[in-house]
């Protein structure tokens, strides 16, 4: 794959994902959870919806996106919300926002939960729920920089116990 190594907003492309992105986005989020450490049960790499995000994605109550770079097909970055399962209907779940290393630390993090927060407002949600991994330090400083609070315990039934750090914020 052809990372960059300096990443500016204008080089990149903030959209929604296509049915054309599946397979990108799917070893996107493997390749990312596997540096983690995030392998096996209890965490979302094991998850039906990986292999199919824009299935998954499209629908009312949802949205999904991805960053390219300009011009070109390949997924570098991606990030979606959708219901949280086993809440109310006010509550999202910002999920599976994951970049290649080359994109960390260059505001990609701060503009992909900006806009899937833009678009829990558009669908009618009131809270945002995310859950992660304490070791995953850049995303937990980012969480918290974007307003979210961290919870002591999980909500809803996501089914990823593999998670220890929880994270909700009005939208």
Do not use: W
Not at 101 to 126: D, I, N, S, W
């Amino acid at each position: 794959m052809n990372h960059p190594t300096t990443a500016t907003a204008t080089d990149f492309t903030l959209r929604p994902i296509r049915p054309e992105d599946n397979g990108q986005t799917a070893r996107l989020i493997r390749t990312v959870m596997t540096e983690f450490g995030c392998v096996g049960e209890g965490y979302s790499i094991l998850d039906p919806e990986v292999d199919n995000m824009y299935e998954a994605y499209h629908h009312g109550r949802a949205a999904f996106f991805v960053i390219t770079r300009t011009g070109s097909p390949e997924v570098l970055g991606c990030g979606g919300i959708g219901p949280l399962a086993g809440s109310d209907g006010g509550t999202c779940e910002l999920k599976k926002m994951y970049f290649y290393p080359a994109l960390r630390g260059h505001g990609f993090g701060q503009k992909m939960v900006a806009t899937c927060l833009e678009k829990a407002r558009e669908l009618g949600y009131h809270r945002c729920y995310l859950e992660t991994v304490s070791r995953m330090e850049q995303a937990n400083r980012l969480y918290q920089k974007m307003g979210f609070e961290k919870i002591c315990s999980p909500m809803g039934s996501t089914g990823h116990c593999g998670c220890e750090a929880y994270y909700v914020r009005e939208v």
